[in-house]
């Protein structure tokens, strides 16, 4: 019934998030790992169905934590685990996760906006401070590089307006 390559369930299933469409998402990529058992960004794409979606942040949590010990060097796998902590509440649990994330990508203003808000969260304001003033600098510079109107660079959702997927920061 299904394509067995690797990756076809995977975008699939972006597809189907992208268009709203949870349940079947969550199936596709529940395929892709039929096919790809030792996909990782799969499981976060489920731990995010599971969180934002079907609210089930405790189940989500087992499958983002099977993310992150798949692939440890990959800052998304730490920044949906750091996600569904600070969703359950396990704020320092959150954090450490948060951390990692951002050290793996020191570029990314979701992941420092979802760390401020961790930090924010713990009352820890100096460390709040000192990533605000890291999101404002990661802001201006993508403000300042953003493709105008008829640049090629343009996507064509950008191009339609906002693209939404289930990885939107929090």
Avoid: C
């Amino acid at each position: 019934k299904y394509p067995q390559t690797a990756g076809v369930q995977y975008a699939y299933g972006n597809y189907l998030a992208g268009h709203a469409r949870f349940q079947e998402a969550y199936e596709a990529y529940q395929s892709e790992l039929r096919n790809s058992p030792g996909d990782a960004m799969a499981r976060v794409q489920m731990a995010l169905i599971k969180m934002q979606h079907f609210n089930r942040p405790e189940e989500a949590l087992a499958v983002a934590r099977e993310a992150a010990k798949l692939e440890p060097e990959n800052f998304a796998t730490h920044w949906v685990l750091g996600r569904v902590l600070l969703k359950l509440n396990a704020t320092e649990s959150a954090i450490a996760e948060l951390e990692t994330a951002a050290r793996l990508a020191p570029d990314s203003t979701a992941v420092h906006h979802t760390l401020l808000n961790a930090y924010n969260k713990a009352k820890r304001k100096q460390e709040a401070r000192r990533v605000e003033e890291i999101l404002q600098r990661l802001q201006a510079f993508e403000a300042a590089h953003k493709p105008q109107a008829g640049d090629p660079r343009r996507t064509r959702g950008e191009a339609a307006g906002a693209v939404t997927s289930p990885s939107a920061p929090e």
